[in-house]
């Protein structure tokens, strides 16, 4: 079977596939249970995944690009997958903050794709993702610095469920005199966002949200919420779904939706 030409499903952990696909100079997008990474020549160029907040969100909530500033770069650029070249040359952001900014989503997506490391799904040669090419770092690099947060992580507080469950705070305890970056991200504790919601919330990278949550679990400050009641008809689990990149259309229809509500 020639991997690099043909979409095939595997029972491998989604690091061997990489490491695979990494040897092959594999060109396409992997897909897990927790997100996708996307392939050039063998090197990571982007990674999504439903717990982390995407770099547009990153942008807009920062105040790095206005809203209208991103959507006419998807307009204009997704198609061609040309959307960080559309930023900076429409003048929108410097090429330097384009790179930081992907680097940090990359990376925090790549937590939760590989830091657990389960199985991959399919890989689908050939696809490109709509962002565009800005940066590329070989695979041993992504997959080492996915394993070094999550060891860090786990001496903080050792229960990964904080990463992607709704959090609360824990009534009747003492706050004043908490560091203010782990206060800020305390007053986003409300029982219903999960820690890339939070991550979203503060426009900050999801990785240094995490640590701040997990040292508000081991001082005994927040802790998973109750579960929901579940619904009639319950939607299919974020983890289960085989992650596909988005359609630019479809995308601008979400957006039109939105600003129609």
Known sequence: MTRVTTTWTTHETTSAALGALA??????????????????????????????????????????????????????????HRVGHRLVDSGRLTAGALEVC??????????????????????????????????????????????????????????????????TRVPGTDTAELPVRRGRTLTQVDGVRTAAEIASALACRTYHTLVELRRLAADGLVRAAPPAVPPPHPGPDPSAVVWDDPDTTLLRRLRDALEAL
């Open 23 to 80: 040897t092959e100079g594999a060109t396409g997008a992997l897909s897990g249970e927790r997100g996708i990474v996307y392939l050039s020549a063998g090197r990571v160029v982007h990674v999504e995944s439903a717990f982390t907040p995407d770099l547009g969100a990153l942008l807009i909530r920062s105040g790095a690009v206005p809203p209208d500033g991103w959507w006419d770069a998807v307009d204009r650029g997704g198609t061609q």
């Open 102 to 167: 992907h680097l940090g989503a990359l990376f925090d997506a790549a937590y939760f794709v590989l830091a657990h490391d389960a199985r991959a799904q399919r890989f689908r040669p050939g696809a490109v993702h709509w962002l565009g090419a800005v940066r590329s770092v070989a695979v041993d690099v992504v997959v080492r610095e996915s394993g070094r947060r999550r060891a860090l992580l786990d001496r903080i507080w050792p229960d990964p469920a904080i990463d992607t469950v709704p959090l």
